[in-house]
């Protein structure tokens, strides 16, 4: 570009030279003219004297005056720099010499209730380069060796393409203080491999809680896109964390609900260098500023008695033949004040493997089906047909619109032909329990009673989606807002629904017709929930009502003391609809007796238990799949405090699994441990 | 009576001591031209304190070997100062091929002497000293055109006359840049070309040079991109002159090495400020910011540290310098030695000009040393000469007997 104008203003030039040249050779030879008159002397028409002397003295004031503006021009030139605008270049000189040279800022800790660390922070030597570097065999190779890595695995890591082309690629972490002192003193023979000092995470109790407390990672692009964006929109952000490409952040769990919190603030140094670059002197330093630690409103003992209940749970669905029983949760919570005690989801991973990034083979394997995605929180991301645990909803329901009355009596013939004898439904107990009661329907977890409750509401001139209307009530279909990323919605099918979601069926297929509202009514069909949406759900049933928002956030202390303190503000999520006040204490009543008297085996679980306990099982039935197995209890009955529900994924009857898990955490609840050994289930749903 | 005469004799022994004493003093002036002498030796002192500073964090600035350079110039100096260079007026044709002959010796195998990629320097042999003939010629070159310039009495009444002065120039000037020295070419060039000027050439035939030369430079360029990418390959100007020339036109256009350079360069001259950061304290020379702080970039090493007050002062004694031997050049009787003053305040001028020029953004970047600041003995040595010329020229500024 630039040399083109230079060649087209040359060329330009040229041509006039050339014509102003011509001109001036032909006017120049013009001027000896003969005057015939005056005689045949040429004269000169130079503007210099004809003697020497004068005609020197004109050339020499020529060359003075050339030399004159020389000086002048540099003269000139200098004072504009100098005097002028040396402020200018005195700023470029510093910034010549210095550098600003940040320091990371350690994440702040996550602890649980009791202030046990739950994700700590550990120092790490690292050696790292950029991808370049690879192109270097004979530096990699030495780097190995001085490593003690075989020579593939360090050039793996130099090209790493899981990183970005532009950030450090981690070498190797946790490299010994000797070697590293080696590596800085043949600074010029590992030219282009950094030693950083990094803070790594640390998982004191391995895959404990991983589900809540999430992982960390390299900030990703679309992260510092978004960052831009936002910055962009209002330019007062002055006291965010501005985020660079290699930071450290939360990528899922606590980690990244709560990052503006842990991430603490680099520091900057300002470092003098010479023209290699080499450190010469360091003057003005702002020390990083540590992320605040957080409290957990999880208590490490109830997270644990989670997990270990789970798997207790899936193992014993498994001594009963359900194989497949893998994945799962659990989740207890303080019904007082939604408090999440303990959070567990099946299968679980190792958060660790994200540490210095996840390899392409975990990342893979830990999205896959085969690994089952085991970084899905199923207590609330899992979403599941709620089976019988929706029982005490539904009878709100009937109770408040009047379907079905506490002195109603439905006979159970294991067989209901309510709506016909072609679409006749069988009760699980294919005997029947004979005449049943609301409560006693409850307790029994009668199908056929809540059939006719179904049948009643789709058939009910005012009311016919009553029965949607109470479970909406109590918080199924809609987020609990719990503080956790990726939690899911739910389902609560209603005749709308049906129409859009089957939009390329026949008409008549999408019509909303009583068998749905016999299949929802018994938490079967298109009813979807999650684990903690039902936890929620008992904790209103149990507060007689008041159902509070579910957090794991505690508190927040920020590390150097100065900063405030920050508290979860316990915040009323929903109030449950019901009719009477007697409708609830009868359904509280009918949850007790599911403990106690739906069956003996059951019953000896809890009866070692010296609270009361009141809950409810639950059997999902999903067509080519066992069974999904369903426990929720909250206790003490009449104190509620606890509530627990888990879920183990083809699990069989809810006795089969899911109430090995609540039982054991209720067992370490109160230290007392389920003495009844495992049985056979009787069936009881 | 007595007393009268004793007093007559003391005064008369008065007046003869003080007409001796003023007749040494004068004759010392008579053969010393003293501005020129201060305005040199303060140079020297100036750019030995510049070195000595240099030499501080340069490992490649030996003082001692700048010392060493001004004692070989002043040894020079005094030879050139005792020989009476009017004899030379009649070899040009001698002074023409030993001219050529000194541009090429550093092709000539067993003198010719390369290291670090240099070119164009020789090592005499026995004594194993390396030297630029290049220095050797611009001052060959001057003493050759001012033999042919003063053959015309200062006088040109025909333009062949004028066209092959000219064309005796290019000689020299062509051979230097067939040497692959564009920065000494422009030297040998603006020193022939204010011989030629003095010699009395008719105005309009500089000024149409003038115009034609301009027109031969942007046809070269042109012509230079043209082949270069017809061709692949560099042909008439290498690939870095161009670039020299882009970035004077535009400082950020290239971010390679003379771009670079020019910028810190630029930096360090423009930090200095008024006074200076001081000796020792210039960031951009001493944390190696600024590349041949001692040799090609002197001058912005030497603004950094003492400012424009600094920089005001070298420019003060380089004017002194020049107006001083124009006055010499104006005062010598003998046409021929006029004119080698005039050439020799040529080649100051230009290299005053390009190298301090260069430092602060106002010419292109080209290799040549500033004289008597630079660290480079062969250039120290022929200024130094180049002085003693001019010191000669004084002493037989009237016509000899």
């Known amino acids: 570009m630039d040399a083109q104008i230079v060649v087209v203003i040359a060329g330009a030039i040229l041509v006039f030279a050339i014509i102003a040249a011509l001109i001036f050779m032909r006017t120049a030879g013009g001027r000896f003219t003969y005057d015939t008159q005056r005689g045949t002397q040429p004269r000169a028409t130079e503007g210099e004297g004809n003697t020497p002397g004068v005609a020197f003295k004109g050339r020499f004031t020529m060359l003075t005056a050339a030399a004159g503006t020389v000086f002048a021009a540099i003269f000139t030139k200098l004072w504009s720099m100098q005097m002028v605008s040396s402020?200018?270049?005195?700023?470029?000189?510093?910034?010549?010499?210095?550098?600003?040279?940040?320091?990371?800022?350690?994440?702040?800790?996550i602890l649980d209730r009791n202030g046990e660390p739950l994700v700590a922070n550990r120092a790490s030597l690292t050696v790292a380069a950029y991808r370049d570097l690879a192109d270097n065999e004979i530096l990699v190779r030495h780097l190995a060796n001085v490593l003690g890595m075989p020579y593939t695995a360090v050039r793996r890591n130099i090209i790493d393409y899981n990183q970005g082309a532009q950030s450090l690629h981690t070498v190797a972490s946790d490299v010994r203080r000797s070697t590293i002192a080696y590596i800085q003193e043949h600074a010029s023979d590992f030219a282009g491999v950094e030693v950083v000092e990094r803070t790594e995470r640390m998982y004191p109790h391995g895959s404990l809680a991983a589900h809540v407390l999430g992982y960390t990672g390299t900030i990703t692009q679309e992260q510092l896109d978004a960052q831009e964006e936002t910055t962009e929109g209002d330019g007062s952000q002055a006291g965010r964390i501005q985020y660079e490409s290699g930071d450290i952040v939360g990528q899922a769990g606590v980690e990244i609900e709560y990052e503006n919190l842990l991430q603490g603030i680099r520091g900057e140094q300002t470092v003098m260098v010479d023209a290699t670059g080499n450190v010469t002197g360091a003057t003005g330093a702002i020390p990083p500023e540590p992320g605040s630690d957080i409290k957990l409103t999880l208590d490490l003992t109830i997270q644990k008695a989670c997990e270990d209940g789970l798997k207790r749970a899936m193992q014993v669905a498994k001594q009963f033949g359900h194989n497949n029983a893998t994945k799962g949760a659990c989740v207890c919570l303080d019904c007082t004040n939604g408090e999440i005690l303990g959070m567990a989801s099946a299968p679980e991973f190792d958060p660790s493997v994200f540490i210095g990034g996840v390899s392409t083979d975990d990342w893979n394997t830990l999205n896959s089906d085969e690994g089952g995605h085991p970084m899905v929180n199923r207590a609330i991301a899992g979403e599941y047909m709620s089976a019988s645990t929706i029982k005490p909803l539904s009878a709100l329901a009937a109770l408040k619109y009047g379907i079905m009355n506490e002195s109603d009596t439905v006979t159970c013939t294991g067989w209901w032909t309510g709506l016909g004898e072609a679409n006749g439904k069988w009760c699980w107990n294919h005997s029947g329990h004979?005449?049943?009661?609301?409560?006693?329907?409850?307790?029994?977890?009668?199908?056929?009673?809540?059939?006719?409750?179904?049948?009643?509401?789709?058939?009910?001139?005012?009311?016919?989606?009553?029965?949607?209307?109470?479970?909406?009530?109590?918080?199924?279909?809609?987020?609990?807002?719990?503080?956790?990323?990726?939690?899911?919605?739910?389902?609560?099918?209603?005749?709308?629904?049906?129409?859009?979601?089957?939009?390329?069926?026949?008409?008549?297929?999408?019509n909303w017709n009583p068998g749905d509202m016999a299949n929802?009514?018994?938490?079967?069909?298109?009813?979807?929930?999650?684990?903690?949406?039902?936890?929620?759900?008992?904790?209103?049933?149990?507060?007689?009502?008041?159902?509070?928002?579910?957090?794991?956030?505690?508190?927040?202390?920020?590390?150097?003391?100065?900063?405030?303190?920050?508290?979860?503000?316990?915040?009323?999520?929903?109030?449950?609809?019901?009719?009477?006040?007697?409708?609830?204490?009868?359904?509280?009543?009918?949850?007790v007796g599911v403990i106690y008297d739906e069956s003996p085996s059951q019953a000896a679980h809890f009866t070692n238990l010296d609270v009361t306990v009141a809950g409810k099982s639950g059997t999902g039935?999903?067509?080519?799949?066992?069974?999904?197995?369903?426990?929720?209890?909250?206790?003490?009955?009449?104190?509620?405090?606890?509530?627990?529900?888990?879920?183990?994924?083809?699990?069989?009857?809810?006795?089969?699994?899911?109430?090995?898990?609540?039982?054991?955490?209720?067992?370490?609840?109160?230290?007392?441990?389920?003495?009844?050994?495992?049985?056979?289930?009787?069936?009881?749903? | 009576m007595?007393?009268?005469?004793?007093?007559?004799?003391?005064?008369?022994?008065?007046?003869?001591?003080?007409?001796?004493?003023?007749?040494?003093?004068?004759?010392?002036?008579?053969?010393?031209?003293?501005?020129?002498?201060?305005?040199?030796?303060?140079?020297?002192?100036?750019?030995?304190?510049?070195?000595?500073?240099?030499?501080?964090?340069?490992?490649?600035?030996?003082?001692?070997?700048?010392?060493?350079?001004?004692?070989?110039?002043?040894?020079?100096?005094?030879?050139?100062?005792?020989?009476?260079?009017?004899?030379?007026?009649?070899?040009?044709?001698?002074?023409?091929?030993?001219?050529?002959?000194?541009?090429?010796?550093?092709?000539?195998?067993?003198?010719?002497?390369?290291?670090?990629?240099?070119?164009?320097?020789?090592?005499?042999?026995?004594?194993?000293?390396?030297?630029?003939?290049v220095e050797v010629a611009k001052t060959l070159t001057v003493l050759f055109m001012a033999a042919l310039g003063a053959q015309y009495n200062g006088h040109i009444d025909n333009v062949h006359e004028y066209a092959k002065l000219c064309g005796m120039l290019a000689v020299p000037f062509g051979a230097v840049l067939l040497a692959g020295d564009l920065g000494s070419g422009m030297v040998v060039f603006f020193a022939g070309a204010v011989i030629i000027m003095m010699s009395g050439p008719k105005r309009e035939w500089v000024l149409s040079t003038i115009a034609i030369i301009i027109g031969l430079v942007a046809l070269v360029l042109a012509l230079d991109t043209v082949l270069d990418s017809l061709l692949g390959h560099d042909v008439?100007?290498?690939?870095?002159?161009?670039?020299?020339?882009?970035?004077?036109?535009?400082?950020?256009?290239?971010?390679?090495?003379?771009?670079?350079?020019?910028?810190?360069?630029?930096?360090?001259?423009?930090?200095?400020?008024?006074?200076?950061?001081?000796?020792?304290?210039?960031?951009?020379?001493?944390?190696?910011?600024?590349?041949?702080?001692?040799?090609?970039?002197?001058?912005?090493?030497?603004?950094?540290?003492?400012?424009?007050?600094?920089?005001?002062?070298?420019?003060?004694?380089?004017?002194?310098?020049?107006?001083?031997?124009?006055?010499?050049?104006?005062?010598?009787?003998s046409l021929y030695l006029k004119l080698v003053a005039v050439g020799i305040v040529g080649i100051w001028l230009f290299q005053v000009l390009e190298n301090v020029g260069m430092c602060i953004g106002l010419m292109p970047i080209t290799g040549i040393p500033l004289p008597f600041i630079s660290f480079g003995s062969s250039s120290m040595l022929m200024q130094l000469a180049n002085v003693g010329i001019i010191q000669s020229i004084w002493r037989c500024r009237t016509k000899s007997a």
Not at chain 2, 112 to 130: F, V, Y
Not at chain 2, 287 to 313: I, K, M, Q, R, Y
Not at chain 2, 316 to 326: E, Q, V
Request: charged share 20%; glycine share 10%.
């Open chain 1, 87 to 109: 402020d200018y270049y005195e700023e470029l000189a510093v910034q010549n010499q210095t550098r600003t040279v940040t320091t990371p800022a350690p994440r702040g800790r």
């Open chain 2, 236 to 333: 008439l100007l290498k690939q870095y002159q161009i670039n020299r020339l882009l970035v004077f036109i535009d400082p950020d256009a290239d971010t390679t090495s003379a771009g670079y350079n020019l910028k810190q360069s630029l930096i360090a001259v423009g930090s200095g400020g008024f006074f200076g950061k001081g000796i020792g304290a210039a960031t951009q020379a001493g944390e190696g910011f600024l590349p041949e702080a001692h040799t090609d970039f002197v001058f912005a090493l030497l603004s950094e540290e003492f400012g424009f007050v600094g920089s005001l002062v070298l420019l003060a004694l380089f004017a002194a310098l020049i107006f001083s031997t124009i006055r010499i050049a104006f005062k010598s009787s």
């Open chain 1, 520 to 591: 929802i009514v018994i938490g079967q069909g298109d009813i979807l929930v999650t684990p903690l949406q039902m936890a929620c759900a008992y904790a209103g049933i149990a507060n007689g009502g008041k159902e509070f928002t579910p957090h794991v956030f505690l508190s927040a202390v920020s590390r150097d003391g100065s900063g405030d303190v920050v508290t979860y503000e316990t915040k009323e999520r929903l109030t449950g609809d019901f009719g009477k006040q007697s409708d609830i204490e009868l359904v509280e009543d009918a949850l």
């Open chain 1, 434 to 510: 004979g005449p049943m009661t609301l409560k006693s329907g409850i307790i029994m977890s009668c199908d056929p009673v809540f059939y006719e409750i179904g049948k009643g509401f789709y058939y009910d001139e005012e009311n016919p989606e009553g029965l949607q209307a109470m479970f909406r009530a109590w918080g199924l279909g809609s987020k609990t807002e719990v503080d956790l990323p990726g939690e899911s919605t739910g389902r609560v099918p209603d005749a709308a629904w049906k129409k859009e979601f089957f939009a390329d069926w026949d008409d008549a297929d999408r």
């Open chain 2, 2 to 133: 007595a007393q009268a005469q004793a007093a007559a004799q003391s005064a008369d022994a008065l007046k003869r001591v003080n007409r001796r004493t003023s007749a040494a003093r004068g004759a010392f002036r008579q053969s010393i031209n003293i501005p020129v002498l201060l305005a040199v030796l303060a140079l020297l002192a100036y750019g030995a304190v510049v070195i000595w500073t240099a030499s501080l964090t340069i490992p490649e600035a030996s003082f001692p070997r700048h010392l060493l350079g001004i004692g070989l110039g002043l040894f020079a100096a005094v030879v050139c100062w005792r020989y009476d260079f009017r004899s030379l007026s009649n070899y040009s044709t001698i002074l023409l091929v030993v001219t050529v002959i000194v541009i090429f010796t550093p092709y000539i195998p067993g003198l010719s002497w390369n290291a670090k990629g240099m070119t164009g320097w020789i090592r005499i042999p026995l004594i194993g000293l390396t030297f630029q003939p």
């Open chain 1, 621 to 685: 039935q999903k067509n080519g799949e066992d069974d999904y197995s369903w426990f929720v209890v909250y206790a003490p009955a009449d104190d509620p405090k606890y509530v627990v529900a888990s879920l183990v994924e083809q699990g069989g009857f809810g006795n089969e699994a899911s109430m090995y898990a609540v039982r054991d955490v209720l067992g370490v609840i109160y230290d007392q441990p389920d003495t009844a050994g495992t049985s056979a289930s009787d069936g009881s749903r």
